[in-house]
């Protein structure tokens, strides 16, 4: 305390208005900032799945998804990988692959069909996708199941 009496000179007869004069912007622009929250993750996290749940078969990018909820790429899937364990990317394509999954079962349309359905601009490209996923082609999944 000795030390500050040293530093800090005596205050002067209008230090007082000058103080107010500087603290009333500061408290303006702190509840600005404050009316206007970052998303909380597990928000983000939700709205992000609603779109994607919306959105799956057209926007295979991350970037997209991130744009459409105001975040950058790399903070939602930092977000994701927080609360979900895994990346936007993985997540996307786990969305895809179980809509690939379901249609190659359940329905009879060829691989073709499957992939324009997905948003895949090339057949090789959802077969590429598909046998990174899984494993196996997708008509070696449609016969195995």
């Known amino acids: 305390a000795a030390l500050m009496t040293v530093d800090v000179p005596a205050p002067r007869p209008d230090s007082r208005s000058m103080l107010d004069a500087l603290l009333a912007p ?3 622009a702190l509840s600005r900032a404050q009316a206007i929250p970052e998303p909380s993750a597990p928000h983000l996290v939700s709205r992000f799945e609603g779109l994607l749940e919306r959105r ?3 926007d295979h990018a991350v970037g997209a998804y991130a744009s459409a909820l105001g975040v950058s790429p790399d903070h939602l899937s930092a977000t994701l990988r927080a609360h979900r364990g895994m990346s936007a990317k993985s ?3 786990r969305r895809l692959f179980d809509e690939a999954a ?3 079962i359940s329905t009879p349309l060829n691989v073709a069909a499957i992939a324009d359905r997905l948003g895949y601009a090339e057949p090789s490209h959802f077969t590429r996708a598909f046998r990174r996923a899984c494993g196996v082609s997708p008509r070696r999944y ?3 199941r």
């Open 142 to 144: 449609r016969e195995t």
């Open 91 to 93: 997540a996307i394509e």
């Open 26 to 28: 500061f408290v303006i």
């Open 56 to 58: 799956f078969h057209q």
């Open 102 to 104: 379901r249609l190659l």
